[in-house]
């Protein structure tokens, strides 16, 4: 029997495969099968995805076991579990379950396994399932470092809360029209509009640089290149830990009630209010999952900013 290094837990976090996701839909493996070939993909390689997953979740397993206390964790039981202060996480990838975990591990360490390398490139995957038995130990020690990540944070007034890693959404859940007042240093507006973007640096790349290229393609063809060059290139400079956010309205209505001048800025020290004018489907999600949201309908206002908490990355 090995000798264990600690009594605090290793808290492994998993995800279904796309073949998991499909034999959920369709009951087995030879109806999905059936809708993907009749749908003319490969169902090959979802079998393949699944097979190395498998694999790698089975080795993971048994490299923890031989260095603390594991329990496992699927990804949809992550928002309601209680993290203990001393407990180490461990996501086996890819990308988006490391930045969906993050958001309810804040102020653990947290390593991001790539479990499939030849098939994901992994931006927060810097480590292979081979690395845990070398790399958990320098954790346990603190022989190693980690980058910090700053969170974005909704409180609303009835006393909900939401955490972004890499942005917030606020607007209707079909993303349709969404009316709201949008109140930011000093300045407040009626807005109509597709909704709210909220992003941290670390979203700087995602969300926010899409918003980005497509005002930058608009700006170049209304008024030619060095329109376009005037705007600024906000992932270069955006770090991960950077104390301050920036929010952009999408496709803002101008009209006799609503307004287009705050459509664009940098939260940095106060926060951004908006009060929902939506009588329902009003909501605020984070990270581009739906189903992880907050009602945001009539009445209830929303105070955004940089959360206390921040998420640490080992690296």
């Not at 969906?100 to 098939?119: E, H, Q, S, W």
């Not at 640089?209 to 008024?223: C, E, M, P, R, Y």
């Not at 992880?292 to 309908?297: Q, R, S």
Request: hydrophobic share 40%; net charge negative; proline share 4%.
């Amino acid at each position: 029997m090995s000798r264990r290094l600690t009594e605090n837990k290793l808290i492994l976090v998993k995800r279904r495969t796309r073949l998991q996701e499909l034999v959920v839909r369709y009951n087995t493996v030879q109806q999905a099968q059936f809708y993907i070939e009749r749908m003319g993909a490969d169902f090959s390689d979802y079998v393949q995805e699944d097979q190395q997953y498998q694999q790698a979740l089975e080795l993971t397993l048994f490299q923890l076991q031989q260095l603390g206390r594991v329990q496992l964790l699927d990804r949809e039981h992550v928002p309601s579990f209680i993290f203990g202060p001393d407990d180490v996480v461990v996501v086996l990838g890819q990308d988006g379950l490391v930045a969906n975990t993050m958001k309810y591990a804040t102020g653990l360490p947290l390593i991001g396994v790539n479990p499939d390398p030849r098939r994901w490139d992994g931006v927060l995957l810097p480590f292979e399932v081979k690395d845990l038995s070398l790399l958990v130990p320098d954790v346990f020690a603190r022989k190693r470092q980690m980058r910090d990540v700053r969170l974005a944070c909704a409180t609303l007034n009835d006393g909900q809360v939401l955490y972004g890693v890499n942005d917030l959404f606020i607007g209707r859940k079909t993303h349709v029209s969404a009316r709201y007042e949008l109140s930011y240093s000093g300045r407040s507006e009626q807005q109509s509009s597709s909704g709210i973007i909220v992003s941290t640096g670390m979203g700087a790349t995602g969300w926010l640089k899409s918003v980005l290229t497509g005002a930058a393609g608009i700006v170049s063809l209304a008024g030619g290149s060095e329109a376009r060059q005037s705007l600024p290139d906000l992932s270069a400079s955006f770090d991960w830990n950077a104390p301050y956010l920036y929010y952009s309205v999408r496709e803002p209505f101008p009209s006799r009630m609503t307004s287009t001048e705050l459509v664009f800025g940098k939260i940095d020290g106060e926060p951004l209010r908006i009060v929902s004018q939506m009588p329902e489907e009003g909501v605020i999600f984070s990270d581009g999952v739906e189903s992880d949201y907050v009602e945001f309908n009539s009445g209830i206002s929303a105070t955004i900013g940089i959360a206390q908490q921040r998420a640490h990355l080992v690296i």
